[in-house]
């Protein structure tokens, strides 16, 4: 089954000449994990956005789970997003104020689909996937998330990103403010816990090191290309 | 999402905090002003409360006021003690206090009164006066003293003291042969009652026995035409030589009559002889004004008419209350700009709290991006705004209300005591209510404009976290 189809995607930023994305065709099948590179500005995070729809990319371009993004209304979209996708960001994942916990638990307190597939107490469901990501001290995830160190910030993201098994997550380099060794303990986490929850995972990345962990390995400038 | 906005609040909370803090002092502020104006035109309502009508000879309600309940000024000229006997007699009315003035004590006004002027005068929304020490006169050389006057002198019961003639600062003429026996002090008012001395008919008179008095009030002939319209001679002769002798009454009546040429001309000569009255032992030639109660509080207006038209001397019979809100209408001006800078006050404020919330947006960017990753809509980040703003509105306001309440316990006593004012520590009233309310509502306007951005922003940063 697949998790997400793209067909004959074109999108241009408003005031620009030529389209960032012009993606012919690229899905991504459940429980798949794919490792995405390109040159800066080539258009990586724009084609997660449009996966995303948080921008506007016309209709039946974009399939995620089976339904149409760029059908979907404005809030509808927004409600679709939290229920079905999970996405981690280079830094700054967490809202600072709250615990790791409560960052963790976030996308249920928007979602009820998240909620009900995060098990009869989300609690202990955000706290046994922290404690797999590494975080099992539970004075650290009860700490506001701004004490945490880069590296468990991240993870904590992960976690969140996790939380309630959404059908795909999407990835934006989280690993390029972590030093070597916490990158490949990071990705092989992540890699382990979409293969848990069935997930399938898009992983943008310049850091063509940690291309060895996924099934696959797409070049967007060739997909935009058309040659893939 | 008031979960997250109080935490989010939280973690601002210096600058929040702040933001509260100038709220809390705008709010205070303008219900502060708001209160203390409508109590001080309450008090001032107030002032003379007690008395229904006041009855001058005919003049301006706000000089009579003035001159009477707050010994500023003169009345024009003086009553003849045949109108206050008739004034006495009148159905409607149960109780007349006879006011003479003129004179002065080291500054200090001196009043000629009775001794029901004690009974019936009040103060600060219906106090009777009361008496720190002593009682009220009971002799012609007896004296009752303000306690600003106590104060200032350090008199106590028994202290002797001289008065002098005239209303000016300068004592024009020291009556050293009627000096007056302190018989008691009154308590404090906050009123000008503090600054008088009080003394009876009898001795008020006792002050002009002496020949020197006929040159010793400059100013009433130079008040009096432009102010009562009368003739000048008539007024010089009416406030200057307030004799008590029957033959000096009748010459007085004579000249008058005389003077004046009005239409009353004999009839003051058939009424000047001494009458025989209950309760009066001492009859002054003239009083300056009077003070009198009604039995029906109703009947006011018909008396006042009744008087007006009264033949045999123009007089002015004067609503206190009517004539206080006039006055204070004079001070509007100064109301009014006070009511502008608290309303400017309470304006910064509210562009304060719009500042710190515009500001703290683009700290906030990513803020705003995790939550919609999550799942927040950008009209449920806009309402997050609103939200913001409704707690900092709500936090400031009731801290605001709860500092005034605080500083009225604090200031009440004060302001009592100086001024006669209380602003009174209760509920905020329907007003105060609604100012609050505008004050609200135009915060929660204003903080439409961040709101509006950050849903501008949201849509178009979308998940971009820009550094
Ligand atoms: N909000 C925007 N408005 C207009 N143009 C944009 C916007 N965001 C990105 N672009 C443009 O789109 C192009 C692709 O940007 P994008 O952020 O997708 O690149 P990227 O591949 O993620 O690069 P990097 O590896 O540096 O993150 C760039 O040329 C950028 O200037
Ligand atoms: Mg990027």
């Known amino acids: ?228 | 999402m008031f979960n997250l906005c109080y935490k989010s609040l939280l973690n601002r909370r210096f600058i929040a905090a702040l933001t509260v803090l100038s709220i809390a002092l705008s709010v205070a502020l303008i219900v502060g002003v708001e209160r203390l104006r409508t109590e001080a035109r309450a008090g001032f309502a107030n002032s003379a409360s007690g008395i229904d009508l006041i009855i001058a000879a005919r003049g301006n309600d706000v000089q009579i006021l003035m001159a009477t309940v707050f010994g500023v000024g003169t009345t024009g000229a003086g009553i003849s003690w045949d109108s206050y006997e008739m004034i006495e007699d009148l159905p409607q009315i149960i109780w007349t206090v006879p006011i003479m003035m003129g004179d002065n004590h080291r500054g200090y006004p001196v009043i000629g009164t009775s001794e029901q002027y004690f009974d019936h005068f009040r103060h600060s929304g219906g106090r009777q006066l009361i008496f720190a020490e002593g009682v009220p006169f009971k002799s012609p050389d007896g004296a009752v003293i303000g306690a600003k006057v106590a104060q200032a002198f350090g008199y106590t019961s028994g202290t002797e003291i001289v008065n002098a003639h005239g209303s000016g600062e300068v004592a024009f003429d020291v009556h050293d042969e009627a000096p007056f026996t302190v018989t008691g002090v009154l308590g404090h008012t906050g009123t000008a009652v503090d600054r008088m001395v009080f003394v009876s008919l009898e001795g008020f008179d006792a002050l002009h026995e002496e020949p020197a008095s006929e040159v010793a009030d400059p100013f009433v002939l130079i008040e009096a035409p432009e102010v009562a319209g009368e003739h000048e001679d008539h007024d010089h002769v009416e406030l200057d030589e307030p004799d008590e002798h029957e033959e000096g009454h009748q010459e007085h009546d004579d000249r008058h009559a005389h003077g004046s040429g009005h239409e009353d001309e004999g009839q003051t000569v058939t009424t000047s002889d001494g009458h025989d009255h209950d309760g009066h032992d001492h009859e002054p030639g003239t009083i300056n004004a009077i003070f009198a109660g009604l039995e029906e509080k109703t009947a006011v207006l018909s008396v006042q008419r009744q008087l007006a038209d009264h033949r045999d001397e123009a007089l002015t019979a004067v609503l206190p209350n009517v004539a206080l809100l006039q006055l204070w209408s004079i001070t509007s001006t100064a109301e009014t700009a006070l009511r502008l800078m608290a309303g400017a006050v309470a304006v910064a404020g509210m562009i304060g709290m719009v500042v710190m919330l515009s500001a703290s947006l683009d700290n906030r960017r990513r803020e705003f991006a995790i939550l919609r990753s999550v799942g927040a809509t950008p009209a449920g980040v806009f309402s997050l705004i609103l939200l913001e703003a409704v707690l900092l509105l709500s936090a400031g306001i009731v801290l605001g209300v709860i500092a005034l309440s605080a500083l009225t316990r604090v200031i009440d006593p004060i302001l009592a005591a100086n001024f006669g004012l209380r602003i009174g520590v209760g509920l905020p009233s329907f007003r105060e209510v609604l100012l609050i309310a505008i004050v609200f509502c135009s915060g929660l306007l204003a903080s439409i404009i961040p709101a509006l951005r950050v849903y501008r922003m949201t849509l178009s940063d979308g998940l971009l976290v820009r550094l």
Do not use: Y
């Not at chain 1, 981690?88 to 916990?101: C, K, Y």
């Not at chain 1, 009820?112 to 098990?119: C, E, K, P, V, Y």
């Open chain 1, 1 to 228: 089954m697949k998790t997400v189809e793209l067909k004959s995607l074109v999108f241009r930023w408003p005031g620009q000449p030529d389209p960032v994305l012009s993606v012919a065709s690229f899905d991504l099948e459940a429980g798949e994990s794919v490792f995405m590179k390109g040159p800066s500005g080539s258009g990586k995070t724009t084609l997660l956005s449009a996966i995303a729809g948080v921008i506007d990319v016309p209709q039946s371009a974009v399939r995620v789970a089976g339904t149409d993004v760029g059908a979907l209304a404005g809030g509808d979209r927004d409600r679709f997003r939290v229920d079905h996708l999970g996405i981690v960001f280079q830094v700054f994942n967490l809202l600072p104020w709250l615990s790791a916990l409560e960052n963790t638990l976030l996308p249920c307190r928007f979602s009820a689909r998240r909620r009900n597939r995060s098990g009869p107490d989300p609690k202990a469901t955000a706290t046994r996937l922290l404690s797999e990501l590494g975080l099992e001290d539970t004075e650290l995830i009860n700490r506001p998330a701004s004490a945490l160190s880069v590296g468990q910030q991240q993870r904590v993201a992960a976690a969140r990103a996790l939380i309630g098994a959404p059908e795909v997550v999407l990835a934006d380099e989280p690993t390029s403010a972590l030093d070597e060794e916490a990158k490949d303990t990071f990705v092989q986490l992540l890699l382990k816990e979409c293969k848990a929850s069935g997930a399938s995972l898009l992983f943008v990345s310049h850091d063509r090191s940690l291309e060895k962990h996924f099934d696959r390995s797409v070049d967007l400038p060739m997909l935009n290309a058309g040659k893939t």
